[in-house]
């Protein structure tokens, strides 16, 4: 069975402090699909970013950073210079592929003070 | 906007009664997902079609049921109504079904109350 661990339930930082999101996700196939996804306090789900199990490179979207570490079976979420619109629940997923669907973490409530 | 779109935004109904949500995927997206949001269970996946097909089953209850139409966008009924069932659904979608798994594209959610 597949499983997304966010050990953060709640991250509370003042702005422009750096703060990572930890998931740790188990799972026995070798072939599958990370995901972020972002649930800011309107509701939606908005989509960050997907990585597949073959590819370890790290990547970085503006202030957003992302380390995939096979080893340690981990794919943290790094936000530099944090700003109050990043203040949401952020969630990571994991899929096997095909027509799976995602199997989320429980989310980490990040909270950023002005 | 990312383009998936559900009707109604909220509804409020009585124990033992069916409601059905609707979805409409984004423009070209022929897979259909189905989640529900509540505050014990977290985000889960209800089930998946794929250009009118039934393709994964995730935790989904008897008491649900869903369909995709040949205009491709889809319908989640609830019936026997529980308070436990009060919950945000969610529907995304996704470009194709292969082996790789597509991102999903989340629509607003249907909040679903039941009394």
């Known amino acids: 069975a597949q499983k997304v661990t966010q050990a953060q339930t709640e991250i509370s930082v003042v702005e422009k402090e750096d703060v990572t999101l930890d998931c740790v996700y188990e799972t026995r196939d070798t072939t599958y699909y990370l995901f972020w996804y972002k649930q800011p306090p309107s509701g939606e789900l908005v989509f960050l970013i997907r990585r597949n199990s073959f590819d370890e490179q790290n990547e970085i979207s503006g202030r957003y950073s992302w380390n995939f570490q096979k080893s340690t079976s981990s794919f943290n979420f790094t936000i530099t210079a944090s700003q109050v619109v990043d203040s949401a629940v952020y969630f990571c997923?994991?899929?096997?592929?095909?027509?799976?669907?995602?199997?989320f973490g429980k989310g980490t409530h990040l909270i950023i003070q002005p | 906007d990312s383009g998936v779109t559900q009707t109604p935004k909220h509804l409020i109904t009585a124990t033992g009664q069916r409601v059905t949500l609707r979805c409409s995927p984004r423009?070209?997206?022929?897979?259909v997902y189905w989640y529900q949001q509540s505050l014990d269970q977290g985000l889960q996946f209800l089930i998946q079609?794929?250009?009118?097909?039934?393709?994964a089953k995730g935790n989904i209850l008897e008491r649900f049921s869903a369909q995709q139409f040949p205009d491709l966008h889809s319908e989640l009924n609830l019936s026997s109504l529980e308070l436990g069932d009060s919950a945000l659904y969610f529907c995304?979608?996704?470009?194709?079904?292969?082996?790789?798994?597509?991102?999903?594209?989340f629509g607003p959610g249907t909040r679903l109350t039941v009394t």
């Open positions: 995304a979608s996704s470009a194709s079904q292969t082996e790789e798994a597509y991102e999903q594209y």
């Open positions: 423009s070209g997206d022929l897979s």
């Open positions: 997923a994991l899929s096997r592929g095909g027509a799976d669907g995602l199997t």
């Open positions: 079609y794929y250009n009118g097909e039934e393709r």
